[in-house]
């Protein structure tokens, strides 16, 4: 019997979402949980890989297991408390339909990084302190605009991946300011994007190069001829994870997952 995990984890204390060897990984903490809980040995499927250092608002995985689970809430109750605080179960359900699957029946994700000019305590640990001044974010719109549709993005692709392809499909991107506390400067701003799919490191490096078109390093017009290039050396360098926050994961209706 398969079932969904909704959940969130703050990344910091994490090597990402996936195992990996002598480290801390949010999808071994969730494993071992469940082992310990239903008796069994239980692997989870994610939507995605995060990095190290790397948050997630809504993060969806599934696990199958041989006993049918008659009270999810308790469950979801009980992992909540042998989890560690950084990671929060909101819910488990029931897959009654066996083809869902977290990673590839995803039509959609959506990815936050966070961007705050000046100093400001309360925001440090979850966003960018640009240190460079100003932006000018109207240019940094008009360069996000040429991200949009079917292309290839191996110039933003870390080396050494694994993907069969670097051709994702990009919905929508742009810069919005937002305040994350009653009297803020007005100074703080996320980048959104939306893709069927996406690269190791690429909204990373994708938030660096647009910087650099804010700062006036870089022309708005050069955007499409970077994607051209497929060169990741003409790319901008990539932004510190800890201000990067996977969204959403959107499927079709059918599952009942949305956010």
Known sequence: MR??????????????????????????ALEQALAMLLREKVGVVG??????????????????????IL??????????????????VSSIRKMEDGDFHARFSALRRTYRYYVHIGKDPFIEKNSYRYPFGELD??????????????????????SGGD?????CTVFEAGWHR??????????????EITADRFLR??????????????RGRRSAASIPGLLDSGDRCEAGQSVPGHALFLYDVAYPEAFGLSR
Not at 47 to 68: I, K, P
Not at 137 to 158: H, W, Y
Not at 178 to 184: A, F, L, R
Request: hydrophobic share 35%; with cysteine; proline share 4%.
């Open 3 to 28: 079932y969904a995990i909704v959940l969130s984890y703050d990344g910091s204390g994490f090597c990402g979402w996936q195992i990996q060897p002598d480290a801390p990984s949010v999808q071994g």
């Open 47 to 68: 939507a995605g890989r995060t990095d190290t250092g790397v948050n997630a608002s809504y993060y969806v995985a599934h696990f199958d297991c041989n006993v049918e």
């Open 71 to 88: 009270d999810t809430e308790t469950l979801a109750y009980k992992l909540n408390c042998v989890l560690s605080p950084g990671i929060a």
């Open 137 to 158: 974010f109207g240019a940094m719109n008009l360069a996000a605009q040429a991200l949009k549709g079917t292309k290839d993005f191996s110039c933003f692709e870390k």
């Open 163 to 167: 993907n069969k392809t670097s051709i």
């Open 178 to 191: 937002y305040c994350p506390e009653p009297g803020c400067s007005g100074q703080c701003w996320y980048f």
């Open 201 to 214: 490191n690429m909204v990373r490096a994708i938030v660096g190069t647009l910087l650099e078109v804010g």
